[in-house]
């Protein structure tokens, strides 16, 4: 029986990077498809957060996601991560939070950790599941939450070099007083990797890399 991975993402623009990490990391084999819902993010952002609204979408999608075959679902999301745990009592799969390896990644390198987000419904939930994880093993950890002010208007409307500039500022404050990094959205890594490695003073964590070498070990369990 083939091992399928189901990708749940609310932003179209993943497809192509999941595709290139599924295929460098993942086990020699497995099928992929992808679930591209942009109105899940769309009506985060528009209702300011999550709602019953969008745990039923997100658990409509991981359903149909089992039915089709898919042996693990990939959530790649961090707005809709908080669906996760209400969702998985609904299947008989795996459903992996994008941002568990990340953050667990970061309070073992460091007590005070930097969350950089451009959106707002991504930094609350980044910001508690911090905390969460932290507390559950019973680690005292200083969370400096900020948001990049005009960076995610800016990437709506195509200005890069805006968004860019902005969350490329945010990096370099953060890393003055703080042990590690973590960057609340995929879409981050890109400008992270524009600062030199020589001027990155703490570590800067992504998600996607790490969420899909975890993705590995888990499919390799199966």
Do not use: W
Not at 12 to 31: D, I
Not at 158 to 181: E, K, P, Y
């Amino acid at each position: 029986m083939p091992l399928i991975v189901a990708y749940l993402h609310t932003v179209s623009s993943l497809v192509g990077l999941f595709n290139e990490l599924s295929k460098e990391l993942l086990p020699s084999g497995t099928e992929v498809f992808h679930i591209a819902d942009e109105m899940l993010l769309k009506t985060v952002m528009a209702q300011g957060g999550l709602s019953p609204f969008i745990y039923q979408r997100v658990a409509d999608n991981v359903v149909a996601a089992e039915r089709a075959g898919a042996t693990v679902v990939q959530c790649t999301c961090s707005s809709i991560s908080p669906c996760v745990e209400a969702v998985r009592p609904l299947v008989a799969i795996p459903v992996l939070k994008i941002d568990d390896p990340m953050v667990e990644k970061a309070i073992s390198m460091g007590k005070n950790i930097g969350v950089a987000a451009t959106a707002p419904t991504t930094l609350k939930p980044t910001t508690e599941l911090v905390q969460a994880k932290a507390a559950a093993r019973n680690i005292q950890v200083r969370v400096d939450s900020v948001l990049c002010e005009g960076a995610f208007a800016a990437l709506s409307s195509g200005d890069m070099a805006t968004h860019d500039r902005l969350v490329t500022q945010t990096l370099r404050q953060l890393m003055d007083r703080n042990d590690v990094i973590i960057l609340a959205q995929a879409s981050m890594a890109r400008v992270a990797n524009t600062i030199p490695s020589e001027e990155q003073k703490v570590p800067i964590l992504s998600s996607p890399r790490l969420a899909i070498e975890a993705l590995a070990m888990v499919l390799a369990n199966l």
